[in-house]
Antibody, heavy 125, light 108 residues
Framework: QVQLQQWGAGLLKPSETLSLTCAVYGGSFSGYYWSWIRQPPGKGLEWIGEINHSGSTNYNPSLKSRVTISVDTSKNQFSLKLSSVTAADTAVYYC???????????????????WGQGTLVTVSS | SSELTQDPAVSVALGQTVRITCQGDSLRSYYASWYQQKPGQAPVLVIYGKNNRPSGIPDRFSGSSSGNTASLTITGAQAEDEADYYCNSRDSSGNVWVFGGGTKLTVL
């Protein structure tokens, strides 16, 4: 059973760079997309971006200028960097896996499973 | 549009049936996936695809879709079903994921 375990600094000052890593245990790293998703306190989920095993990325347009997601296939890990953080970036950050979408006529099916345990990142001066 | 719209809150009497809906243009091309989130926990996938449940999810959870609207139905709601529920899909470009704003389900 695949498990995702994530870690990273939990307290940052404004203008610093957020850095988180997610390790994949118990399953294949290739053939999937690996995402970062965040949730500000008391608010909903926001997708940040994704990477596949070959390093191809997609980013949320609203965060694209500040986000870098990278992959280390030798360690089955992927990482998130978010630059120039502000208080608005305070959130619980999750990593999650998705498979390529499956076409089940008349639509395609895609989903996130599993998720990491989440890391609270607080930005405060 | 790349947005998914959910009602902020829904309530249901214990043992009754409740439907949570999600609307968005992307749902014409992609089935919604649905996640249950309890306080302090990571989201858990409850429905994906046309109407599929991961292992361990009770069969009282089901999904359906029509046009630009997806629905999550809980038949015989239990106290432990009280949680936030989020829908999700790729957007119409296929390169970006979108989430609904979430629905807080209260079981009375």
């Amino acid at each position: 059973q695949v498990q995702l375990q994530q870690w990273g600094a939990g307290l940052l000052k404004p203008s610093e760079t957020l850095s988180l890593t997610c390790a994949v245990y118990g399953g294949s790293f290739s053939g999937y997309y690996w995402s970062w998703i965040r949730q500000p306190p008391g608010k909903g989920l926001e997708w940040i971006g994704e990477i596949n095993h070959s390093g191809s990325t997609n980013y949320n347009p609203s965060l694209k200028s500040r986000v870098t997601i990278s992959v280390d296939t030798s360690k089955n890990q992927f990482s998130l960097k978010l630059s120039s953080v502000t208080a608005a970036d305070t959130a619980v950050y999750y990593c999650a896996r998705s498979a390529p979408c499956i076409v089940v006529v008349p639509a395609a099916s895609c989903w996130f499973d599993p998720w990491g345990q989440g890391t609270l990142v607080t930005v405060s001066s | 549009s790349s947005e998914l719209t959910q009602d902020p809150a829904v309530s249901v009497a214990l043992g009754q049936t409740v439907r949570i809906t999600c609307q968005g243009d992307s749902l014409r091309s992609y089935y919604a996936s649905w996640y249950q989130q309890k306080p302090g926990q990571a989201p858990v996938l409850v429905i994906y695809g046309k109407n599929n449940r991961p292992s361990g999810i009770p069969d009282r959870f089901s999904g359906s879709s029509s046009g630009n609207t997806a629905s999550l139905t809980i038949t015989g709601a239990q106290a432990e079903d009280e949680a936030d529920y989020y829908c999700n899909s790729r957007d119409s470009s296929g390169n970006v994921w979108v989430f609904g704003g979430g629905t807080k389900l209260t079981v009375l």
